[in-house]
């Protein structure tokens, strides 16, 4: 029998920053990895349109051929060639993208590398998968950035896959060309799998998102998760996508149908959409989070007791807690006292007991707030 997962750390904060709200409290969400804008409208209307057309039937397992179709389009406009037919499958949320590649991969007992510290999600459907994880610890000093000798020392008969998140949740590293090199040579030489989690590859502050699929050999052995949660800000639709060759994504596809059958058929009608007409939402959103990004940057250097690294990806910093506290106990001073909500480190893998996760994915008024009321309560 798989270990069952553990509750979300992420949740649990969330929900009693909730609680808290509900008693008449101020608060803050610096907890949450939601993009505070509503969904682009060409989706909302798309999706509007199919219930009224009476879209609310099964699609086919693997999407709606319009949604694969406009899937294949966009990645075709940004130098990426998928067959819609047979090389794409639309599921529930990037989730269940990563849940269902990796159930079709792996065997009872077979390992995993993920570097940390990583969205916990990956070791909770790793046992879900009955598989091990195995955690890579990556240090603040490189930038968060999995070291390829530590990656390799962990490797045995037993390492079938190694999941590659870049830009990262939650310290927003962006693997460079050296790390996604080493780790796709690694792939080669010990014959893994990459799971690529691309969910924020739009949130790339500084150059562009390389996927690891692109390097030379690494087509075959790629996975690509993918969703338009963070990018279209559409976390409560629960589309998203896996990119695969043919073999795998039949694999995966024959999981999905047992996990959920299909996406909602008007949010895929809503998704399609979005990706024909939304891209200037996309681009003003990146460009919103990029200047967020820098104004928590700013925020931070005022505080001497949170360190951090500087923010390359996604909507998170992960500043080390340098005064001794944990970032469990901060989290929740910050929480109980301050009314800010932030994720204790410790939930994103074994080593990081000193940090903390701050989104930035929120206003700038809201964000200003937060950084006072942190300030306040580390002064
Ligand atoms: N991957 C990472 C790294 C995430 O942070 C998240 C959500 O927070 C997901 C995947 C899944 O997102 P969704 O299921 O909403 O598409």
């Not at 008693?23 to 009224?52: F, T």
């Not at 603040?140 to 999941?163: H, S």
């Not at 590293?173 to 990459?194: M, N, P």
């Not at 970032?327 to 480190?345: D, H």
Request: net charge negative.
């Amino acid at each position: 029998m798989a270990a069952r997962p553990a509750e979300s750390g992420i949740r649990a904060i969330f929900d009693r920053a909730a609680e808290l709200e509900g008693s008449g409290r101020s608060i803050v969400h610096l907890e949450i990895g939601r993009p505070h804008r509503s969904s682009p409208e060409p989706a909302r209307e798309a999706a509007e349109a199919a219930l009224r057309r009476g879209d609310v039937h099964y699609t086919a397992s693997r999407g709606t051929g319009e949604l694969r179709s406009a899937i294949a389009g966009s990645l075709s406009k940004r130098g990426v060639d998928r067959d819609p037919d047979t090389e794409l499958v639309v599921t529930a949320g990037g989730s269940e993208a990563l849940l269902a590649s990796l159930m079709a991969t792996l065997q009872p007992g077979d390992e995993a590398l993920v570097p940390t510290p990583a969205w916990p999600h990956y070791a909770g459907q790793l046992a879900l998968a009955g598989a091990r994880c195995v955690e890579i610890p990556c240090r603040a000093v490189d930038g968060f950035r999995p070291d390829p000798e530590r990656l390799e020392a962990a490797i045995t008969p037993r390492t079938r896959l190694v999941v590659v998140s870049s830009p990262s949740n939650p310290s927003g590293a962006v693997f460079g060309d050296d790390a996604l090199a080493a780790i796709a040579e690694l792939c080669e030489r010990h014959d893994l799998i990459a799971l690529s989690d691309e969910i924020y590859e739009r949130f790339v502050y500084d150059g562009e998102h390389v996927s690891i699929g692109s390097l030379p050999g690494m087509r075959p052995r790629t996975i690509v998760a993918n969703s338009f949660s963070k990018a279209y800000a559409m976390t409560g639709w629960r589309v998203g996508w896996v990119e695969a060759p043919a073999a795998l994504a039949t694999a995966i596809n024959a999981v999905h149908q047992h996990l959920s059958v299909c996406a909602a058929s008007f949010a895929q009608a809503g998704a399609a959409a979005a990706l024909g007409q939304a891209e200037r939402f996309v681009a003003e959103l990146v460009d919103e989070y990029h200047e967020r990004g820098r104004q928590l940057s700013a925020g931070l250097e005022r505080i001497d007791a949170l360190e951090t690294v500087p923010l390359a990806g996604a909507f998170y910093a992960f500043p080390r807690v340098a005064t001794g506290e944990s970032g469990t106990a901060l989290a929740t001073r910050l929480l109980e006292q301050a009314g800010v909500a932030a994720v204790p480190g410790a939930v994103f893998g074994d080593g990081f007991e000193n940090h903390i996760r701050i989104s930035y994915a929120v206003e700038q008024s809201e964000l200003a707030e937060g950084l006072e009321r942190v300030r306040e309560a580390l002064a």
